[in-house]
Structures are given as C-alpha cells and as structure tokens.
C-alpha cells in the first residue's frame, strides 16, 4: 500500500491548512479563544458525554527493541503472559468496577501472543464485555477479520512517531523496526471490520508540533479513506518507564492543551483520547475542552487489577529467559501512571463538573437482525 507522506502534508485540505496556523505560537488570548470554541465545539457534536474505558495488559513479552517502551527486548523487566481464564479474571474485575469498554494491550511475541491466543481471549471476553478494543502488534486484514468476527470492534495502533530518521534510530530491532508496514495498519483493520479505529503519536520523540501536522495529516487521509469508521486520536507524552529513556522533546502543559484544542476544533467529530499517563490536575482541567474518552483506574502491567499471573513471572535479560533472584509480587508495567484514582472517584468527578461517564455505548446487538 502506498501511503502519501504525513511530514509533508498537502495544505490544500482547509483542515489542514487551519491546523498548521493553530499550532504556531499564541498568546494567552489567543489560547483562551481556541479553547473557549474547543469546548463549545465538543459540546455541539458530543453533549457532555464522556466514555470511560480500561487497559487490560495481557502480556509484557516483546520481541522488539524501542528505546521509549518498558517492554523493550533488551529490559531486564519481570514478564508473563497471562492465560485465557487470567484475563477473564481481569476483565471481570474491570466489569465489577464498571467498565463495558475494555482495551487489550500486549508486546508482540510470536511464541506467546500467538496460534489463536488474541483470538480466544476475545471471544471470552465477548459475552461479557460490549465493546472489546485491541493495541497490539500490527496484523494481516484476514487476521483483523478473524478477530473481528470473534467479538472485538475497536483497534488502537500508534506511528509513535511519523519522522523516519527518529523512528529507525528507536527501534532498532524487531519486526516494529517496519515503518511503513505500521503506517499501512488502520487501513488494514478497517478493511478486516473495525468499527473504531485510534491512531496517535507518542509526544516528547521529536517536535512536537511536526509531530501533530503529521498526525493530522494522517487523520485527515482516514477520514477520506475509512469514512465507515469511528475514528479517534490519542496524544500520549511519554512516561518513566523501565530502561530509564528521557524525552529529547519534552511537551510542555501550554503546549499540550493548545494542542488538543487544534485537533478539536480542525476535527470537531473525531474523538479525543485521555489517559492516565496525564497528572489528575491537568485532566480535571482539559475535561471541558475537548475530551470525549478517558481511562480510569489504569494498571500498565499484565496481572495489574487482581494479581493473575503471579506463579508465572519470569526476569529476561536482553532477550533470555532466567530465573529471578528475589520472590516477585507482579510483572512490570509499560511505563509510570500519573493519575492513580479510582474509576468510581473519576466518574463522581464527571458528574460533580455536569458531564455524563458513559461507561458503555455500543452492544452487538444493534446489528442484530
């Protein structure tokens, strides 16, 4: 598949062409109007609904090396794979909590996330859990099709970042390694399915405002090609995590919100993703401009809700399986959570500002004949 190239993007498109002027520098005027119509903007096409969502971490085993990730190959990380009726314990956890949004996120691994594995999870999961989203390694169309038919109707797959030259020096083994093979991925899962479909860019690898244009010109080429979908964009900024990588581009806060306010306002339909990998204050803050989904209660590590996983944790060294030297309690996460509340305290917290927590929107049988 021949993609356009999204770091030089076409500035005929208006929406683009606002975008670009929305990220140059403004003044505390200027940023306070952009807000004031990000905000009135998602109101008009999302009201004051809010839908909340969990990571369900199945598996931190990574054949990949990326310099930003925790799970990195190379990590001396604790890992374990959970097994199907782990994850239902998990999920079920989620559910009791009140989650019917649920996303499963793993490391790519031939020999563990494998031979039906995603699969079996979602279809165990399914019966029980309306909306079923995937992040995990890209994927063939037949691939996205089987996993679709299985019960998952949501796929999240980030560039990270859309500069080449950054992209070959951070991953730097690993099929991951295959920029354009992950460009091509949500044209990919639209065409095994998906009825949502996330794409983002991982702030702080290089600037962030090429970054943005990038990402916004990606969207903008999805929203022509893959018009059947809901779409959503995700702007996460990195995190501590394990092998101690340190952002060379850092976004500050100011940055930040201008940032989501651009998107909001150059894409008034699409949705808006938050995190917790953002500090509770600044969420409490960004609530009325622009967001329309958030993660609650977040655990990055696999087992992270109720402890499953435990008799199988194992410590790998570059790569190599060994025996740890101490008594583990729980697997590594991905990377650090900023906004450690509780799905319950989250939810109050949304109806005390007005705002609706929408804790499921979607069920199978709206298609149902």
């Avoid at 905000?39 to 990949?64: D, M, Q, W």
């Avoid at 998990?90 to 949004?101: K, T």
């Avoid at 500069?163 to 070959?168: F, I, K, M, Q």
Wanted: charged share 25%.
């Amino acid at each position: 598949m021949n993609l356009p190239d999204f770091t030089q993007p076409d500035l005929r498109s208006p929406a683009l062409r606002r975008f670009a002027a929305l990220l140059d520098p403004l003044d505390d005027a200027r940023l306070s109007a952009l807000a004031a119509d990000s905000a009135a903007l998602t109101r008009k096409h999302f009201g004051r609904a809010i839908r909340l969502f969990a990571p369900l971490y199945v598996s931190n085993e990574c054949i990949n090396n990326c310099a930003y990730c925790g799970f990195s190959r190379d990590n001396a990380i604790l890992r374990v794979t959970l097994d199907v009726a782990e994850v239902v314990r998990e999920a079920r956890h989620l559910v009791a909590e009140g989650f019917r949004n649920i996303l499963l996120v793993a490391g790519e691994h031939p020999k563990f996330v494998s031979n039906g594995y995603l699969e079996a999870c979602v279809r165990a999961l399914a019966a029980e859990v309306p909306s079923v989203a995937l992040e995990v390694a890209p994927m063939e169309t037949d691939e996205y099709v089987t996993l679709v038919r299985a019960g998952a109707e949501g796929l999240v797959v980030y560039q990270e970042t859309y500069d080449r030259e950054t992209y070959a020096r951070l991953h730097t083994a690993g099929p991951k390694r295959d920029y354009d093979w992950r460009l091509a991925c949500p044209e990919r899962a639209y065409a095994g399915g998906f009825r949502r479909i996330g794409i983002g860019a991982l702030l702080g690898l290089t600037d962030w405002r090429r970054e943005a244009l990038a990402l916004a010109a990606h969207l903008d080429h999805l929203l022509r090609r893959c018009w059947k979908a809901q779409l959503t964009v995700s702007l996460p900024r990195l995190r501590p995590c394990a092998g101690s990588f340190a952002p060379t581009h850092p976004v500050a806060d100011r940055d930040f919100i201008q940032l989501l306010c651009a998107f909001r306002v150059c894409f008034p339909q699409v949705g808006l993703v938050l995190s917790t990998r953002e500090p509770a204050p600044l969420r409490d803050a960004l609530l009325p401009l622009g967001i329309t989904m958030m993660s609650a209660g977040s655990h990055t590590e696999p087992g992270g809700y109720t402890g499953q996983g435990k008799a199988d944790l194992h410590l790998t060294v570059r790569g190599r399986m060994v025996e740890p030297e101490f008594a583990a309690e729980h697997a590594t996460g991905q990377f650090e959570i900023s906004d450690d509340r509780s799905p319950a305290e989250i939810a109050a917290l949304l109806r005390a500002h007005g705002f609706d927590p929408v804790w499921k929107d979607w069920d199978a049988a709206i298609l149902t004949p």
